[in-house]
T-cell receptor, first 109, second 118 residues
Framework: GQNIDQPTEMTATEGAIVQINCTYQ??????LFWYQQHAGEAPTFLSY??LDGLEEKGRFSSFLSRSKGYSYLLLKELQMKDSASYLC??????????WGAGTKLIIKP | GAVVSQHPSWVICKSGTSVKIECRSL??????MFWYRQFPKQSLMLMAT?????????EQGVEKDKFLINHASLTLSTLTVTSAHPEDSSFYIC??????????????FGPGTRLTVL
């Protein structure tokens, strides 16, 4: 079956760094997406990885290892506004997105 | 760019009535739009994939006669929840993919519609 695993909840301190991990098992693979979702709002796109390695975009970076079925989202210099759920989604052989349940990130002052 | 709108943003209706939700891509054309449902503290659940000019493809367990989808143009898809019941209360979100992009390209989400059925 197809499956995405990510931690349910994480807590971090303002100004610190946090890494949110995601492992995936899909029928075929056409890339890994990360989305941010604030409570009561729709998801917003953060990153897309299809090749192994690290993609950096400002304070956010995303890493992919296809051989390990593993990705992480790295958030630096955490701000209170980064408190949100972070959704990992893998694109399968039919280009269908398989969604993780999301990781709720709580930022403390 | 890549803005998707949804209307209405929230709706309260009586049990047994039908509700129509519109999803529009404002600054790009989308051959494919997706409809999701999200219950509190749960992940996104894909309901159906909507292709312009053809019938929608529904996910297993989603009643196509209850959730009517129409994708009449490259910028508009509608979801009609027919004979709504309280268990249909949820957050309904659409997303769209740019016609010029490949199938792996990013889905851009509308702001969502919160449906409450009394």
């Amino acid at each position: 079956g197809q499956n995405i695993d990510q931690p349910t909840e994480m807590t971090a301190t303002e100004g610190a760094i946090v890494q949110i991990n995601c492992t995936y098992q899909t029928s075929g693979f056409n890339g890994l997406f990360w989305y941010q979702q604030h409570a009561g709002e729709a998801p917003t796109f953060l990153s897309y990885n299809v090749l192994d390695g690290l993609e950096e975009k400002g304070r956010f970076s995303s890493f992919l290892s296809r051989s390990k079925g593993y990705s992480y989202l790295l958030l630096k210099e955490l701000q209170m506004k980064d408190s949100a759920s972070y959704l990992c989604a893998a694109s399968d052989s039919n280009y269908q997105l398989i969604w993780g349940a999301g990781t709720k990130l709580i930022i403390k002052p | 760019g890549a803005v998707v709108s949804q209307h209405p943003s929230w709706v309260i209706c009586k049990s047994g009535t039908s509700v129509k939700i519109e999803c529009r891509s404002l600054d790009f054309q989308a051959t494919t739009m997706f409809w999701y449902r999200q219950f509190p503290k749960q992940s996104l659940m894909l309901m159906a994939t909507s292709n312009e000019g053809s019938k929608a493809t529904y996910e297993q367990g989603v009643e196509k006669d209850k959730f009517l989808i129409n994708h009449a143009s490259l910028t508009l898809s509608t979801l009609t929840v027919t004979s709504a019941h309280p268990e249909d209360s949820s957050f309904y979100i659409c997303s769209a993919r740019d016609i010029l992009a490949g199938p792996t390209d990013t889905q851009y989400f509308g702001p969502g519609t919160r449906l409450t059925v009394l």
